[in-house]
């Protein structure tokens, strides 16, 4: 999982503010996949984005969550006024083609909301 | 019924046994299976990856899928304190969009004890 950034490693949020998730793939890979991990559900994919596009956000809440993944720089996972359940491990990947049977992970982002 | 089943653990053997770590499914439409390690607090690590029936061998890991039983199992041979870690299987299916959505499985956690 070599190349794939995520920051803040650790990030507090108190209810209702918003949290803001960093992920910079491996250089030359242009599609990323956010992922959210709970202790007792493993991993659950959010969304999947090409560069400037949203491919498929059919994990990811209608309400509070959005991501980005602009032509220059990292993709972004944005969580507006987050509640207590919002808290876990969220996980980005990257691959270089669509077939993401060798996507990389990043180290992941734990949230935590108090 | 989850569409990926798998046994969570925890698994603790002996150092030098032969670990089988399994996971069954519930769609025929999957096609590519893939096991994932993942350390403590860190990100998950693809090791291998497999498409049809069969064995797929990589140093002392063997994975095996069985499509017409929907298995799959992760054999790992001479295991040692090091292979302890939480291994993840994950399976993809083409989406309408044309890209191969990934489900996983909630984990194994494994412990080898020296």
């Known amino acids: 999982n070599a190349g794939v950034m995520q920051n803040p490693r650790h990030l507090v949020r108190r209810r209702g503010q918003e949290a803001r998730l960093r992920c910079s793939p491996v250089?030359?890979?242009?599609?990323v996949y956010w992922y959210r991990q709970l202790p007792e559900e493993g991993l659950k994919f959010m969304v999947y984005?090409?560069?400037?596009?949203?491919?498929?956000e059919s994990g990811m809440p209608k309400e509070r969550f959005s991501a980005e993944f602009p032509k220059e720089g990292p993709s972004i996972l944005r969580i507006q006024q987050v509640v207590r359940g919002d808290s876990a491990a969220y996980f980005c990947?990257?691959?270089?083609?669509?077939?993401?049977?060798?996507?990389?992970f990043g180290q992941g982002t734990r949230l935590t909301v108090v | 019924q989850k569409e990926v089943e798998q046994d969570p653990g925890p698994l603790s053997v002996p150092e030098g046994a032969i670990v089988s770590l399994n996971c069954t499914y519930s769609?025929?439409?999957?096609?590519?299976f893939m096991w994932y390690r993942q350390y403590s607090r860190k990100g998950p690590e693809l090791l291998m990856y497999?498409?049809?029936?069969g064995n797929k061998e990589d140093g002392r890991f063997t994975a095996q899928v069985d499509k017409s039983s929907k298995y799959i199992s992760l054999f790992i041979r001479d295991s040692q304190p090091s292979d302890s870690a939480t291994y993840l299987c994950?399976?993809?299916?083409?989406?309408?969009?044309?890209?191969?959505?990934?489900?996983f499985g909630t984990g194994t956690k494994l412990q080898v004890i020296p």
């Open positions: 990947a990257s691959s270089p083609h669509t077939l993401n049977t060798e996507a990389f």
């Open positions: 250089k030359g890979h242009s599609h």
């Open positions: 984005l090409q560069k400037e596009n949203i491919i498929d």
């Open positions: 769609n025929s439409a999957f096609q590519y």
């Open positions: 497999t498409y049809s029936s």
């Open positions: 994950a399976m993809t299916q083409a989406d309408s969009g044309g890209y191969q959505k990934v489900t």
